[in-house]
């Protein structure tokens, strides 16, 4: 493989630039061929085997408390780690009527509701077996929610609430695949574009990823609801006649497979699968970002099949050609609140992603100049671009609550074994303490509240010593609308300040989305604010 340099987004969005033709072919099957592989990662890190004889695990959510809930993609079992063992209720349940057939077809995603455990919710992303549908349900847990005995959990399939159950699938692949909560207590679901490529670009539910709001629900089974009763404020097409467009943030992806929310600004980070030439990671920091498919693979420009209008580039993609690849994005490293233990302070914000054929494992870091690039090399990585290797058939990734960085690895092929949950671990030592007692100017960021907001929000940042900084407001076009603290040196206190929902000439703005960016020691962070009226 040939990596190519990345695209970069500067400022918000940027159109695409190259023109070059490919030759389309038919996309790779998802199952792996046999191989055996060693896993590599730097000095400093050890990878470690949490559990094994699984059957295809291929997605994983955690429970506030530090359980961890993960899924089969065959089986169909959601399953559940306490402890580091499994639960002794096992499986959670098999969910029902989940078609398998397909390659890519199957139980694929899972989420918890935010609200748990008041709300004690799972959801789940699947092939319909009794329909020729892809559908978004809601399971109602029971057990032990609160974790005050064995945390054994369980759930009943007559709970099943229905969310979205007509979303078409026609071919066994290109499904997407996802479900995660984002910081905004919406729920953001992938579907790919079914193998209708031009799909992508229609503002259909192909080759998207929704936003939803699940806090209306009743509760009980059911479903699905009218449109209007998940439609979040703030979705970017709220005059489009098609009430499946109401619920698109983002759109023009092949098959979105694997995207990670960053808990810091709540931007989408996407791994995109390509057909024959280009794997690509798509940031969506903001809604109504069209990345271009099938106009664009990547950098690349495609014998035009149908238009794709202001598509932005990719913030990173690669050479796929010669060979069988799928990308698969880890998102974002944060360090968990509170957390006394983790990777080391220059691994904050860096983005992990991993190819599951071809089994190298990257890590992309701000340029500086507003773009992402590779990392320079660590000693003891496995080469100079590829940060560890031996991770193929990896279909997820989360950071745990102590830090480390959790992964599930499905095939029974490239190391002769079942079903993997593993960990990176960062190993004891002077650069793994906590992130904020390290230099990193002293600063320290809280999170907007309340969220959503109904016209004043709470914005305050905590500063150890004298730091130059800004706090400015922006629009989902990327517009200035309100300048809250203009650039200057601020003393070392706790700064609050408010935002009243109102622009720098007083009046007051609309419902919709908009961000808090901070400017601060040369660093930027930029938190959204979700406004409703």
Not at 149 to 157: D, Q, V
């Amino acid at each position: 493989m040939i990596p190519r340099a990345f695209a970069r987004l500067s400022p918000l969005l940027r159109s695409r630039r190259l023109s070059f033709t490919l030759t389309l072919l038919v996309a790779a099957a998802w199952v792996p061929a046999p191989a055996r592989c060693q896993i590599v990662v730097p000095d400093g890190f050890s990878d470690q085997l949490l559990i094994g004889g699984l059957d295809a695990p291929v997605g994983m959510a955690w429970l506030p408390d530090g359980r961890l809930l993960f899924i089969e993609q065959n089986s169909r079992r959601i399953r559940l780690l306490v402890n580091g063992a499994l639960a002794s209720t096992d499986p959670v349940v098999t969910v029902d009527d989940v078609r398998t057939s397909g390659g890519e077809q199957g139980l694929l995603g899972i989420a918890v509701d935010p609200g748990w455990p008041a709300r004690p919710y799972v959801y789940v992303h699947c092939d319909n077996q009794s329909a020729q549908t892809i559908r978004v349900s809601r399971y109602t847990v029971t057990g032990d929610l609160g974790f005050t005995g064995n945390g054994a959990l369980a759930i009943g399939t007559s709970s099943r609430y229905d969310l979205i159950n007509d979303v078409p699938d026609v071919a066994s692949n290109h499904n997407g695949g996802t479900l995660r909560f984002g910081t905004d207590g919406m729920l953001y679901a992938s579907f790919g574009e079914d193998a209708d490529k031009c799909a992508a670009q229609d503002k259909s539910l192909h080759g998207v990823i929704l936003r939803l709001d699940v806090s209306r629900l009743p509760a009980g089974s059911g479903g699905p609801p009218p449109r209007a009763l998940i439609v979040p404020p703030g979705n970017p097409f709220p005059a489009m006649p098609d009430s499946n467009a109401l619920l698109i943030w983002a759109y023009g992806l092949r098959n979105p497979f694997r995207f990670q929310i960053d808990p810091m600004d709540n931007a989408l980070w996407i791994g995109d699968v390509g057909e024959d030439k280009r794997e690509e990671i798509d940031r969506a920091a903001m809604g109504g970002i069209n990345f271009g498919w099938p106009r664009w693979e990547g950098t690349l420009s495609n014998t035009p099949t149908c238009p794709a209008p202001g598509a932005v580039d990719p913030i990173y993609d690669y050479d796929r050609s010669g060979g069988t690849a799928a990308v698969i994005c880890g998102g974002a490293y944060r360090r968990p609140s509170g957390s006394a233990t983790g990777f080391p302070a220059n691994y904050e914000g860096d983005v992990f992603f991993n190819d599951y054929y071809f089994g190298f494992l990257r890590r992309l870091t701000p340029d500086g100049s507003g773009g992402w690039r590779i990392a320079d090399p660590v000693p003891g990585q496995a080469s100079s671009i590829n940060w560890g290797s031996g991770f193929q058939a990896v279909s997820d990734w989360s950071v745990g609550p102590a830090g480390s960085l959790w992964y599930v690895r499905q095939s029974l092929n490239f190391q002769g074994t079942s079903g993997q949950i593993r960990k990176i671990v960062a190993m004891s030592g002077p650069d793994t303490l906590p992130v904020d007692t390290l230099p990193r100017s002293g600063i320290e960021f809280a999170r907007p509240f309340p969220i959503p907001a109904r016209g004043a929000v709470n914005l305050s940042y905590t500063l150890s010593e004298p730091v130059r900084l800004s706090l400015k407001i922006y629009d989902s076009r990327g517009a200035l609308v309100r300048t809250l603290v203009p650039d200057g040196v601020q003393s070392a206190t706790r700064h609050d300040v408010l935002w009243l929902g109102i622009d720098d000439a007083g009046e007051d703005v609309p419902a919709g989305i908009y961000y808090a960016r901070y400017v601060a020691a040369g660093r930027d962070r930029s938190f959204m604010i979700p406004l409703i009226r």
